[in-house]
């Protein structure tokens, strides 16, 4: 009886969220975001970020693009950027180049271990992304993307000053 009694005393609930915060932006972006993260980590890859995702699917797209230009097409600051290409290559799933002319400019490749690896992360990435839009008609999925793209480009532009 005492154990059940000192059980239920440290039992801790959940206070419900202020009103305060169910409207304010960044909160509810936030909030989505962690739930995105912990279920892309179960779901699509535990080793693999959405960021290096990002890099793979860009660099396929571009192959031999600089990386300070990809930095900025996948919404990096060049430090996270360099140090994500620095796993990636690591880790065989891109190359860099130094270009001829300017030896500080580098250019990225997917490996064939790379193009193997993203192929497979997009197929899992594709079926994560239809498990959040799942109950929503085309028409309500594409307003809501068309919705975050243009809140997340006015929150860009604010960002940039």
């Known amino acids: 009886m005492l154990e059940t009694a000192s059980v239920a005393a440290n039992e801790t609930r959940q206070p419900p969220t202020a009103d305060s915060l169910l409207v304010a932006p960044g909160y509810l972006a936030r909030r989505m975001y962690q739930s995105y993260v912990a279920l892309w980590a179960r779901e699509v890859d535990p080793v693999m970020t959405g960021p290096q995702f990002a890099v793979l699917t860009a660099t396929q797209a571009c192959p031999g693009v600089d990386q300070r230009s990809l930095a900025i097409s996948v919404a990096l600051d060049t430090s996270t950027m360099t140090d994500i290409v620095r796993r990636l290559v690591q880790r065989g799933l891109i190359r860099r180049e130094r270009t001829v002319e300017d030896g500080r400019r580098r250019l ?52 940039a000053g």
């Open 108 to 159: 990225l490749y997917l490996t064939e271990d790379g193009a193997a690896q993203l192929e497979e992360v997009t197929r899992r990435s594709r079926a994560l992304d239809e498990k959040l839009m799942s109950g929503f008609s085309d028409e309500e999925r594409k307003r809501i993307l068309q919705g975050l793209l243009e809140l997340g480009g006015h929150w860009e532009a604010l960002a």
